[in-house]
């Protein structure tokens, strides 16, 4: 079985984007709402109700093969530091890491699969793939859900498909969302025409960590609301085709900007790299939006490629959680600031200054070289 | 759960025989003492909501206190309870409090019934258990009317039935 730090110590490739176009869609995600028939809900079992659902379901999703070498941990066997971590992560939901005995998160060894057990349903299962491949990751847990469904009997009925704790999560059980970095879109004031085009056609729009979270670092998730009444691949089709056109927008606000204002990209990317570069003390949100900026520049080619990838990371890293696990204890929000402000610097001590001589030099260009903008 | 004849938050739940049925109604306070439910006597269901008729037999109503409800036969969930939280007790409830799944996921989803996956084998698993349970019980039958010849046979197809149940239940 993994250990908690080696968890820790190796993040998964699509939390860093390796292997993937993601300078628009960082990620793309399904969740999976599955309950065993004859049991309460766990909001509604009582407590040796939920033990034995715990019991029933742990051995079989460890016994999986794609489960072999996983990380498989009861909540009341984790610190509420390593819990804040996973979410940070976006294995297991904020809702889950309150959770403590009763409840366990299983997570395959590359972290492209993972499992809540009791959170609000009995089982909740997520699969991650980077950049925009919701096909993908939906085929990945499709076989999972199939695997586990030959070991129990689900709470099934033919009218109402999947049956969930919740209604809006009924029939297909089926969440699936991108994360998207729209800082273009951000700037060119485009954001609020975009976001309520999606959310007219009954999409939601939401913050990096799911429901009723604000968007930090121009950040945004586009997920699906409906469940009942399309099949899978319906609304696996509408939501990718929505999102491929968001990410198309903000492709063409880049391209955009960057020849209507040359001037003003340059400053804001140049000022971001300026306070991360030299800043003491940092919150939380004005790092991520600097750093949104780093990661717009890295991909306008003001900085190496590398530079996109090295964003990803540091986002992780400098939330709240994993600054404390780094340090291995509890810190208050100033001294917090402190460490998450030395860590960007010395990330950010091997990045050169942006090269904006050279962008705008070939930005006058007709025959200009490839600026990144595809 | 909205009064049926005004719409507002019902309070009061009745529940009636006519004419051999089991009839449900359920009004808010006001409409409650309009029409004199409260008044176990002399009140008949099928008028107030039917609008008049003579087939009307016993009448019984039962106007029960804000706070009970119609409970989950399987989990003791009541429909207080999905009114106060909007979440289900288990697969039961839905059963339990079909009407009011269905006016809660009106709006709520593309359509009201399921068109995607369908959990593998789940269907055939059940067909199966209903034909052992059947199966079972003529067997009881069979042995109590000391038919062992039919008893035998039935044995058989039942051991059969489960063999090939735990044989589909063990990935190959």
């Known amino acids: 079985m993994m250990r908690f730090s080696t968890l820790l110590k190796h993040p998964a490739d699509w939390m860093t984007g390796k292997g993937a176009d993601n300078a628009v869609v960082l990620t793309s995600r399904i969740r999976l709402a599955r309950n065993l028939a004859g049991v309460p809900f766990p909001g509604w079992a009582r407590k040796e109700q939920r033990q034995q659902v715990l019991e029933e379901l742990r051995p079989t999703i460890e016994g999986l093969s794609c489960m072999r070498d996983g990380f498989s941990k009861t909540l009341d066997s984790l610190s509420s530091v390593q819990k804040q971590v996973m979410v940070e992560r976006h294995l297991i939901s904020r809702e889950h890491a309150a959770r403590g005995e009763g409840s366990a998160a299983i997570i395959e060894r590359r972290q492209e699969v993972a499992v809540m057990l009791n959170e609000e349903d009995h089982l909740r299962m997520q699969a991650i793939r980077p950049g925009l491949d919701l096909s993908s990751a939906y085929e990945m847990l499709d076989a999972f859900d199939n695997e586990v469904a030959e070991a129990v009997e689900y709470a099934f009925d033919p009218e109402l498909g999947y049956l969930t704790t919740c209604p809006t999560n009924l029939g297909t059980g089926l969440r699936a969302s991108a994360m998207l970095h729209l800082p273009a879109l951000v700037i060119s004031d485009q954001i609020g025409q975009v976001l309520q085009a999606v959310g007219k056609i009954g999409l939601a729009v939401r913050g990096i960590f799911g429901e009723g979270t604000e968007s930090l670092g121009n950040l945004f998730q586009i997920s699906n609301q409906s469940t009942l009444g399309e099949s899978e691949a319906t609304i696996l089709r509408r939501l990718e085709r929505v999102i491929a056109q968001v990410a198309k927008h903000e492709r063409n606000a880049r391209e955009k900007l960057l020849e209507d204002d040359p001037d003003m990209v340059c400053d804001k990317v140049g000022r971001a790299y300026g306070v991360l570069r030299h800043a003491w003390i940092i919150e939380s949100k004005e790092a991520l939006n600097h750093l949104s900026l780093i990661r717009l520049g890295g991909d306008l080619g003001f900085f190496p490629e590398e530079s996109v990838l090295m964003c990803d990371e540091l986002l992780m890293e400098i939330q709240p959680a994993h600054l404390q696990i780094q340090n291995g204890k509890k810190l208050g929000a100033e001294e917090r600031d402190g460490i998450r402000a030395e860590i960007i610097r010395s990330r950010l001590q091997t990045l050169e200054a942006p090269d904006i001589h050279t962008i705008k030099k070939q930005e006058g260009d007709d025959d200009s070289p490839d600026l990144g903008i595809a | ?172």
């Open chain 2, 1 to 172: 759960m909205d009064c049926d004849k005004c719409g507002k938050p019902a309070k009061v739940h009745l529940t009636q025989l006519v004419g051999g049925k089991v009839k449900k109604v359920v009004l808010c306070n006001e409409c409650a003492a309009e029409t004199g439910v409260t008044d176990p006597t002399g009140f008949a269901l099928a008028d107030l909501l039917l609008g008049g008729g003579g087939e009307h037999g016993v009448a019984t109503a039962i106007p029960r206190p804000p706070g009970q409800g119609r409970a989950c036969p399987e989990c003791g969930f009541t429909l207080d309870d999905l009114k106060r939280i909007r979440r289900f007790g288990c697969g039961a409830c839905y059963e339990a409090f079909r009407d009011q799944v269905k006016d809660m996921i009106r709006g709520m989803h593309k359509g009201a019934s399921h068109c995607g996956k369908v959990p593998d084998g789940l269907m055939e698993m059940r067909q199966r258990k209903l034909r052992l349970g059947e199966l079972q019980e003529r067997l009881d039958q069979a042995v109590t009317a000391e038919n062992y010849e039919e008893a035998a046979g039935l044995r058989d197809e039942i051991r059969q039935i489960e063999e090939s149940m735990a044989n589909s239940e063990t990935p190959s």
